[in-house]
C-alpha cells in the first residue's frame, strides 16, 4: 500500500532563517506530488506542484521554492522566512490516472515563524 | 483564474439537526471532490463527483453536484459528534493535474 510521509512534525524558526521541509511517497512511482499551505482556520492554498523529477510549476510568486530530486522525494525550501510563512504545510499526491482521482495527503509540517 | 467558493464559513448545530455546506465555482467543472479534515488532521478524500445533476450518498452524508457543473453541496443528516471537522469542496477544472480547494466549512456539533 501507499505512504506518505513529512517531517519535522512541527517547527519554529526564527524570521531571516532557512527552511527545508521533506516529503516522501512509498508504494507507487512517477506520483504527481503537491505542497500546500493552510494558514490557521483558512483553506489550502497550492504552493506547488510536479508531475515528474525536475518538473515544478509554481502557482503561488512567494519566498519559498519546491524541488524533486527523486522520482518519490518533494522538498520545500525558502532561505529567508518571513513571518507571514508561518502556517500548516501539507504534501500530497496522486496517481493522474484512473476516474477517480483523489490527492492523499501526509501528516503535515505545522510552521511557526517567530 | 478559477475561484472556488465555499459557505458557510462556520456552522455549529445541536447533536441530531442537519447540516449542509454549498460550494461554487467560477468556472464549469469537470468534476468536483469533497475532503474532511478532523481537527488537527490532515484532508481525507471523502467522494468525487462527475456528472451534471449527480447525487451520491455515503450513509448519512448526500452529495449533489449541479445540473450546470458549477455548483454543489453536501448534507448531512442527523449529525454526531464524530461528524465535527472542516469540510472541503475541490473542483478541477481546465487542468487535469490542480485541485482548486474552497475555504471549508468548520462543523461544530454540540452533544
Known amino acids: 500500500s501507499q505512504t506518505i510521509h513529512q517531517w519535522p512534525a512541527t517547527l519554529v524558526q526564527p524570521v531571516g532563517s532557512p527552511l527545508s521541509l521533506e516529503c516522501t511517497v512509498e508504494?507507487?512511482?512517477?506520483?504527481?506530488l503537491y505542497w500546500y499551505r493552510q494558514a490557521a482556520g483558512r483553506g489550502l492554498q497550492l504552493l506547488f506542484y510536479?508531475?515528474?523529477?525536475?518538473?515544478i510549476s509554481s502557482e503561488v510568486p512567494q519566498n519559498l521554492s519546491a524541488s524533486r530530486p527523486q522520482d518519490r522525494q518533494f522538498i520545500l525550501s525558502s532561505k529567508k522566512l518571513l513571518l507571514s510563512d508561518s502556517g500548516f504545510y501539507l504534501c500530497a499526491w496522486n496517481t493522474g490516472q484512473g476516474q477517480v482521482n483523489e490527492q492523499f495527503f501526509g501528516p503535515g509540517t505545522r510552521l511557526t515563524v517567530l | 483564474g478559477q475561484q472556488v467558493m465555499q459557505i458557510p464559513q462556520y456552522q455549529h448545530v445541536q447533536e441530531g439537526e442537519d447540516f449542509t455546506t454549498y460550494c461554487n465555482s467560477s468556472?464549469?467543472?469537470?468534476?468536483i471532490q469533497w475532503y474532511k479534515q478532523r481537527p488537527g488532521g490532515h484532508p481525507v478524500f471523502l467522494i468525487q463527483l462527475v456528472k451534471s445533476g449527480e447525487v451520491k450518498k455515503q450513509k448519512r452524508l448526500t452529495f449533489q453536484f449541479g445540473e450546470a457543473k458549477k455548483n454543489s453541496s453536501l448534507h448531512i443528516t442527523a449529525t454526531q459528534t464524530t461528524d465535527v471537522g472542516t469540510y472541503f469542496c475541490?473542483?478541477?477544472?481546465?487542468?487535469?493535474?490542480?485541485?482548486?480547494f474552497g475555504k471549508g466549512t468548520l462543523l461544530t456539533v454540540n452533544p
Open positions: 475541490a473542483g478541477r477544472g481546465g487542468s487535469n493535474y490542480k485541485l482548486t
Open positions: 510536479s508531475v515528474g523529477i525536475g518538473q
Open positions: 468556472t464549469t467543472l469537470s468534476n
Open positions: 508504494g507507487t512511482s512517477n506520483p504527481n
